[in-house]
Nanobody, 126 residues
């Protein structure tokens, strides 16, 4: 599996962006996936994760109610709809794949994700 993230950009506070993570390879539909972000000088942090079926999602408290994670297994693509963006959401956003487990409760630990896309930069101006 290879991952390609896209959709980042510059947006004003209160605006919206939709990130996409396109995957190649035959195993997309059987792996849990997630979005994480990393701001300058900070560690990579959990944003949202989703099970292989899309039936279970988990969100960081900081984005709950504003961000929505989803996936389309027929198109091998995962999405992150980001609304009501804040300057503190500014970061490089990475999509990750958990190749080692397919639990019904997806991990929120970045260390559990084996494969990463290249990242897409989101900048929110105040």
């Amino acid at each position: 599996v290879q991952l390609q993230a896209s959709g980042g950009g510059l947006v004003q506070a209160g605006g919206s962006l939709r990130l996409s993570c396109a995957a190649s390879g035959p195993t997309f539909s059987i792996i849990n996936m997630g979005w994480f972000r990393q701001a300058p000088g900070k560690e990579r942090e959990f944003v949202a994760v989703i099970t292989r079926s899309g039936g279970t999602t988990r969100y960081a408290d900081s984005v709950k109610g504003r961000f929505t994670i989803s996936r389309d297994n027929t198109k091998k693509t995962m999405f992150l709809q980001m609304n009501s963006l804040k300057p503190e959401d500014t970061a490089v956003y990475y999509c990750g794949a958990d190749l080692s487990r397919s639990n019904s409760w997806p991990s929120i630990r970045a260390a559990d994700y084996d494969l990463w896309g290249q990242g897409t930069l989101v900048t929110v101006s105040s």
